[in-house]
């Protein structure tokens, strides 16, 4: 198992929310590495991350749509994909072929590699629509 994740200001998105609920999305990745000590957790991960990411996307989609974002659409697809990708690997751990240790390994990589790509890139890129979104309601953190 690679090195735990470590949240580092350079992902901020200056919403101290959505920072939040990064910071709890890499918990629950990190979580991952410890299936080999606690067979059973990625379940648990599983259903977590279920409940989070509806959380989180929401409350992102709902400030975007707010602030007018103009690339809502493709962003919101990028979560929906992201939905899509959970269910078809909920779904292969419940059939139970790959060994939970092995799809803990599999399931972690992918979700660093997407979180930080996803946080760095799309996400960086509504930062500025955001902190001069007038009519956002939330403290933005924007310097
Ligand atoms: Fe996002």
């Known amino acids: ?10 992902y901020s998105v200056g919403v101290p929310l959505l920072d939040q609920q990064h910071q709890g999305l890499i918990e629950l990745i990190n979580l ?11 379940g648990q991960v599983f259903q ?3 409940a989070y990411t509806k959380d989180h996307f929401s409350a992102e989609e709902k400030m975007l ?13 990028e979560h929906r994909a992201f939905e899509q ?4 690997v909920r779904q292969t751990y419940s059939v139970g ?15 660093r590699d997407w979180l930080i790509n996803h946080i760095l890139s799309s996400d ?10 007038a009519d956002t309601k939330h403290e933005a953190n924007c310097e």
């Open 1 to 10: 198992m690679p090195e735990k994740l470590i949240w580092k200001e350079e």
């Open 32 to 42: 991952l590495s410890d299936e080999k000590a606690k067979p059973g957790l990625i």
């Open 48 to 50: 977590e991350l279920e």
């Open 65 to 77: 749509k707010a602030s007018d974002y103009g690339a809502l659409k493709a962003h919101k697809k």
């Open 85 to 88: 990708w959970l269910s078809a």
């Open 97 to 111: 072929v790959t060994s939970p240790t092995i799809l803990a390994e599999t399931v972690n990589a992918f979700l």
């Open 124 to 133: 960086m890129a509504y930062k500025e629509t955001l902190c001069i979104a």
